[in-house]
C-alpha cells in the first residue's frame, strides 16, 4: 500500500504560480511512477502529468506543456508540481497518483486539493 497526501491547492489570479506536494508513505517510494490528475466541476478526470521512478523521463498533457513541471524527491518521498502562468480553466481538484513498478495502471490516489484560478 502506498499513503498520498497531496498539498499546496488554493485560490491564485490568473497567471499567478502554484506548487502542488504530495507525501508518499509505506511501499517503496522510488519503485513508483508518479502522475498528477485534475478533475474539473462536471467533466471527467484527467492526466496532467507523470515522472518515472528516476526523474528521467516526464510527460506533459499538451494544456499544461511549458508551464507545468512536475518533479520529485525520493528521499524525501514527495512528488511536487510546479504550475506556473495558471489559467482559469485550470481550476480543478488536483489528485495524486502512484504506479507500482510491475503495474500498467495509477494503484493507489491522493485524496486531491483543490485549485481555484480567478480571472
Known amino acids: 500500500q502506498v499513503q498520498l497526501v497531496e498539498s499546496g491547492g488554493g485560490l491564485v489570479q490568473a497567471g499567478g504560480s502554484l506548487r502542488l506536494s504530495c507525501a508518499a508513505s509505506g511501499r517503496t517510494f522510488s519503485s513508483n511512477r508518479m502522475g498528477w490528475f485534475r478533475q474539473a466541476p462536471g467533466k471527467e478526470r484527467e492526466f496532467v502529468a507523470a515522472?518515472?521512478?528516476?526523474?528521467?523521463?516526464?510527460g506533459y498533457a499538451d494544456s499544461v506543456k511549458g508551464r507545468f513541471t512536475i518533479s520529485r524527491d525520493n528521499a524525501k518521498s514527495t512528488v511536487y508540481l510546479q504550475m506556473n502562468s495558471l489559467k482559469p480553466e485550470d481550476t480543478a481538484v488536483y489528485y495524486c497518483a502512484a504506479q507500482p513498478l510491475g503495474s500498467f495502471k495509477y494503484d493507489f490516489w491522493g485524496q486531491g486539493t483543490q485549485v481555484t484560478v480567478s480571472s
Open positions: 515522472i518515472t521512478w528516476s526523474g528521467t523521463w516526464t
